[in-house]
């Protein structure tokens, strides 16, 4: 146990920045996050429900002065790194029209986050029996990935 908090300084220390999702008060994540403010490391933090046991971290920590952030946008921004930004847009365009059009659907509605089957079958009035089958070939093709939860998430 004695080896997290050296870990956690040499993590903080070979890194750019710091994002942190989500952290209970105390956390290898906010360790690591106050390491990098002392270290002069740029640190940003999601936003969290206050009411949220797992939030509590993260919100101190944009109390403390770490980069309230809800996009990758805006870590970018930060960090002055347009060209990668570009790059990664660029490339996810580029991923977004080699999806066959039967598919192409479907796959927008998982939009940039892990959504459920559920959800797909509402944004896009599709039977769930016809969404789990595109689905499915979408998994195979790879363009998707299903995470524990039955979440899908683009790959």
Excluded: H
């Excluded at 996810?92 to 659907?105: A, H, L, M, S, T």
């Amino acid at each position: 146990m004695s080896n997290f908090p050296k870990r956690n300084r040499l993590i903080s220390a070979i890194s750019e920045g710091i994002l942190v999702i989500e952290a209970k008060y105390r956390s290898g994540s906010t360790i690591t996050a106050n390491l990098g403010f002392k270290q002069g490391k740029k640190v940003f933090c999601l936003p969290s429900n206050i009411d949220s046991k797992l939030g509590v971290g993260t919100n101190k920590l944009i109390q403390k002065g770490a980069k309230l952030v809800i996009n990758v946008e805006d870590i970018f921004s930060e960090l002055g790194i347009k060209k990668l930004r570009e790059d990664i847009v660029q490339k996810w365009k580029y991923e977004e029209k080699n999806v066959p059009k039967e598919y192409k659907e479907i796959y927008k509605a998982i939009g940039n986050s892990p959504t459920d089957i559920n959800t797909i079958c509402y944004k896009t009035n599709i039977p769930i029996q016809e969404v789990s089958q595109k689905l499915t070939m979408l998994e195979i093709k790879e363009y998707i990935r299903v995470l524990p939860g039955d979440m899908f998430v683009k790959v």
